[in-house]
Each structure stands twice: as structure tokens, then as C-alpha cells.
């Protein structure tokens, strides 16, 4: 058996401007977040020819080309795993919610797949062919970042050149400084949930129209990398970042925000916040708030309580966390086909 964890993002700037619309006319910036937070994929040998695929649901189908879940349809597909395996898919945050579940499943299923074919797994690679997976083989119309952000752990800053190449710089912080962030942010659950291309369709299609708010964003990412290597860090400006940044998200489509989404905002800002934004596409999911810690609970209250949790760095990135077995996952039948150009 395998088993790989591929940990959640919290994109804290830059969004919109890793859409290859965008940046390859004018190059991207995002700062992106890995969460202590995971997504975990098993993967072994099953007894019979058939596929078991289980998630939110379980599919058993004579072969993967059946299977209903297009991610897992399409990268055992890539890799010639049509019969005989048993996958199980399970995460600790609901899928839709703004964290990159959907490309968690893809790094996470990827890293599976490869570790069972001997192959490498940098996570380089591994944001790499989830690239492909979701937005060239799967026509997703979403941006790149999400790949890099839950393949490489901890804080980074991802440049999306004009080549369509992908830099990406960790971000160090000073101890005392990654505890400080860590202490006064709080990741709040709106109670909903979507699919991100649902959202992203209008917002791709619309970078034209959107190009001078994402150049805004691009800079005020710059700005704030250049926060983030300062120390003590400044959390209060940090947290103007990003309520800047997520009131010229909003005007890039009609089904970003709604009222209770902006009511929630409202509410968090009114309780002493110094900022924050809706993670994600938009629509739902979690807000991610910068607020001094003691004034936490209070503004929780005043939400009614909603889910709630900090944002705590990863420090792995995606990682196989189990193996027995190795490359016996896969029979001496099977053959992974190397003509594929990674």
C-alpha cells in the first residue's frame, strides 16, 4: 500500500494574476500558503480486476476509464492503470472551499501513481503534471498556482514567467515571526461550498477587462513580499494587503461575493480585524482573516461560531508517508508509457 499527504494552500496574494491569459503577456506573482491541513490518497493492489474508488462516494467500475471522478479517470489514464486497484481519497476540509482541494487531489493522486512506478517525485514535477492534468487534459479554466502551493510546503513566493516557466522562492520566516502569523490569523468557514471552475470561468475569460485590477494585485504581491522579509513583521499593514486586494477581486465577477459572505467581512472588520479576503475563487469557502488573537473569539461570537481554525504552516509540502510494497502496487503487466514528455 501507499500513502501520500498533500497538504491545503491559503492564497495570501496574487490570485488571478497565475491565469497563462494574464501572465504570459505580463508575467504573475502570487504568495501562496501550505496549511497543516491535508489531503490523503491510498492506493494498493485489490483482489479482483475491477476499480474501487472511494471519496465523498464510491465508485466499483470494471475500469478507470468509467470512472465518474475526472481527475482520477484521467491520471490513471495517463499512466495506463485501467484495472485492479483499490483508491481511497479522504481530506480534512471540505472540498469548494477556497484551499486548492482540487489540485490536492491531483498532487496527491500523481505522487501515488509515480511512487508506484519508481519514479521521482519532486514537487516540482508533481505541480507540474497536475498543471496538465487539470488544465490541459481536463480543461479547467482555472490558474496554476494552486499546484505550486499545495505541492511545496510552508510560505512562498510563485513567479509565473512569460515563458510560461514557474519559479518558486521559499519564504522564510524568523521563528518568532511565523508564530505571530500563525497566532493572529483565523480561517473562517462561510458554510458553503463550490466548484472553482464554476466561479473561474467568468474571471478567465474576463482577464482583459480584469487587467488593470490584476496589475494592481501583482503590485500590492510585491508589496507584501517585501513585508514578509522584514522582521518584526507587520501584520496590521499585511492585513490592509489583503482586504485591498479582495475589494478589487470582488468587481472581477458578479458571483464572487454575496451578501453573506460580505456580511461576514463586515463583521470580522467591525470586531477588530485588520483585514483579510475570501480565499479561492469566490462565491464560498473560507475568509481569511488577520486579527490580533484576543479579539478571536469575540468576533467568532459575533459570526455565530462558524468552523473555524489558524492558518499553521506546513513544513513537507506533499510527502509519501507510507509504503509497503513499493512498485508492487502495480503488476509486471503494466507498463507506464514513457514517450509521455513531463
Known sequence: MIITRTPYRASLMGGGTDFPAFFRERGGLAISAALNKYFYVSMTRRFDDSIRLSYSRTETVRT?????????????????LHSGLEIGM?????????????????????????????????????????VIIETELLKKPIGWQ??????????????????????????????????????????????ETRKAETV?????????????G????????????????????????????????WMIK????????NPAIDELYQTGIASGAWGGKLLGAGGCGFLLFLVPAERQ??????????????????????QLIHESGGVGVVSDTERYDESINY
Not at 484521467?74 to 495506463?80: F, H, P, S
Not at 470561468?201 to 488593470?212: T, Y
Not at 470582488?250 to 461575493?257: I, L, P, Q
Open 64 to 80: 478507470s476509464r468509467d470512472l465518474e471522478h475526472d481527475i482520477a479517470r484521467t491520471v490513471l489514464a495517463r499512466y495506463n
Open 297 to 318: 473569539a469575540a468576533m467568532l461570537s459575533r459570526m455565530g461560531n462558524p468552523p473555524a481554525f489558524p492558518l499553521v504552516l506546513d513544513s513537507t509540502g506533499s
Open 250 to 257: 470582488r468587481t472581477f465577477a458578479a458571483n464572487v461575493a
Open 90 to 130: 479522504i481530506g480534512e476540509v471540505p472540498g469548494g472551499t477556497g484551499l486548492g482541494s482540487s489540485s490536492a487531489v491531483a498532487v496527491g493522486l500523481l505522487h501515488a501513481v509515480r511512487t508506484s512506478f519508481g519514479l521521482e517525485c519532486s514537487a516540482d514535477t508533481l505541480a507540474r503534471e497536475s
Open 146 to 191: 494552486d499546484q505550486y502551493g499545495v505541492a511545496f510546503p510552508a510560505l512562498k513566493k510563485i513567479l509565473f514567467n512569460r515563458d510560461a516557466t514557474v519559479q518558486v522562492e521559499p519564504m522564510a520566516l524568523a521563528p518568532e515571526d511565523r508564530t505571530a502569523l500563525e497566532a493572529h490569523s483565523l480561517l473562517v468557514y462561510t458554510g
Open 214 to 245: 490584476l496589475e494592481t494585485i501583482r503590485s500590492i504581491a510585491h508589496d507584501m513580499v517585501a513585508v514578509l522579509r522584514n522582521s518584526p513583521l507587520d501584520l496590521p499593514l499585511m492585513g490592509s494587503m489583503l482586504s485591498e486586494s
Open 200 to 212: 473561474l470561468s467568468g474571471q478567465s475569460s474576463n482577464v482583459d477587462a480584469n487587467q488593470s
